[in-house]
């Protein structure tokens, strides 16, 4: 699976309550949740993201509460991949849950720049960066996971497996 987009910085410790604040925790409609994704950090993220970008943070994305909302806004608005130097765990499985690839990278992490042109490569872990002619290497997926990402999470997966074999 290749992804390519442009790079969007965040920090360290960016919990889910910055990802999506708890105010809009009233609704489940994806649309709704990703046109407040990220604003209590960057009030335009959900505007100025285009489809294919790319999320770079530092260690512990995704901590705090365990809502699924936050990687469901963060896939919705766009975004097709995050990479940090670390997850929450919690996040990390409500990513894969709902098919939104994460690597972890501290070489990458440490390197790309905001608005870098980023392409991805998930099967081999190779993270490029185009605008700065770099490339770093993140573990990539395991088979079973490339197959929930693939098929658009892990609901889309099961229904698959039923079907035929996986």
């Known amino acids: 699976m290749i992804y390519k987009g442009k790079a ?9 309550d910055v990802i999506i ?5 009233n609704t489940t409609n994806p649309e709704e949740l990703a046109s407040h994704c990220m604003e209590d950090i960057d009030s335009g993220f959900s505007k100025k993201v285009n489809t294919g970008d790319i999320i770079i943070a530092g260690k512990n994305f995704g901590c705090g509460s365990s809502r699924e909302h936050a990687p469901l806004a963060i896939k919705t608005c ?8 670390s997850f929450a765990r919690i996040f990390y499985r409500n ?7 994460i690597l972890e ?14 392409e991805i490569d998930t099967d081999t872990g190779v993270i490029k960066n ?5 490339s770093y290497t993140a573990r990539p997926f395991p088979g079973f996971i490339k197959g929930i990402i693939q098929a ?15």
């Not at 969007?8 to 410790?13: A, H, K, L, P, R």
């Not at 990278?105 to 980023?118: F, N, P, R």
């Open 105 to 118: 990278c501290d070489e990458a992490v440490d390197s790309i720049k905001a608005g870098d042109e980023l």
């Open 78 to 85: 766009g975004v097709s991949c995050v990479i940090a130097r």
């Open 130 to 134: 185009l605008t700065a002619g770099r």
């Open 21 to 25: 604040p708890a105010r809009y925790l």
């Open 152 to 166: 658009g999470g892990l609901l889309n997966y099961a229904r698959k497996a039923e079907t035929c074999d996986v």
């Open 8 to 16: 969007w910085i965040f920090g360290d410790n960016i919990d889910t």
């Open 95 to 101: 990513s894969i849950n709902i098919g939104l690839p």
